[in-house]
């Protein structure tokens, strides 16, 4: 069965850093990129950050470029989204996705998330 | 950017009858897919369809997803009780996976 838990969220002041950790389990994690979503309270889903399964080509959403960093480490089967420089508007619950994809032959493809983690909530007030 | 549209906002119903969820693109979905997920409150979002129409583990055959280019449905044939939940659309193009605003869905 895989299992995605988050943990690292809390209460932070702006301008304040955070480390997001994703422990998996249940499938070789290595083979599968990662990804972070997050969800605003009473807001909808806007994917955060993914990294491939040999922690290259990262990519992140706009928002979020230049501040937050995502890596792995295959031998603990953590994903981590390293937060810096945080925003009211950063506040959210922050979800831990596994990412599979689907070809079109000649059309690309469909990236999306099989399997999710609980979420873990980060709060920046001051 | 592909902008995804979702509509209607709320869509309320009764179990039993059928609905019909709408995400448009802004502009056209090259692969012609898209995912679409669940989430009941204070849960995780949880995958219904992906691809062209594949149903994730454990969904139910009333489920089903349809659509290319820009204009996309999915359609719960005859609602259940659990089936009152928001949904979301979701694409990937460009190394960018874009989400749509969601559509509640409550029970009439």
């Known amino acids: 069965e895989v299992q995605l838990v988050e943990s690292g969220g809390g209460l932070v002041q702006p301008g304040e850093s955070l480390r997001l950790s994703c422990a998996a389990s249940?499938?070789?994690?290595?083979?599968?990129?990662m990804s972070w979503v997050r969800q605003a309270p009473g807001k909808g889903l806007e994917w955060v950050s993914v990294i491939s399964g040999s922690g290259g080509s990262p990519d992140y959403a706009d928002s979020v470029k230049g501040r937050f960093t995502i890596s792995r480490d295959n031998s603990k089967n953590t994903v981590y989204l390293e937060m810096n420089s945080l925003r009211a508007g950063d506040t959210a619950v922050y979800y831990c996705a596994k990412v599979e994809a689907i070809a079109a032959v000649g059309r690309g493809g469909l990236k999306y998330f099989r399997h999710w983690g609980q979420g873990t909530l980060v709060t920046v007030s001051s | 950017e592909v902008v995804l549209t979702q509509a209607p906002g709320t869509l309320s119903l009764s179990p039993g009858e059928r609905a019909t969820l709408s995400c448009r693109a802004s502009q056209s979905v090259r692969s012609n897919y898209l995912g679409w997920y669940q989430q009941k409150p204070g849960q995780a979002p949880r995958l219904l369809i992906y691809?062209?129409?594949s149903r994730a583990t454990g969904i139910p055959d009333r489920f089903s997803g349809s659509g290319s280019g820009t204009d996309f449905t999915l359609t719960i044939s005859r609602l259940e009780p659990e089936d009152f939940a928001v949904y979301y659309c979701?694409?990937?193009?460009?190394?960018?996976?874009?989400f749509g605003q969601g559509t509640k869905l409550e029970i009439k």
């Open positions: 691809g062209p129409s």
């Open positions: 979701q694409q990937y193009s460009g190394s960018v996976y874009t």
């Open positions: 249940g499938f070789t994690f290595s083979s599968y990129a």
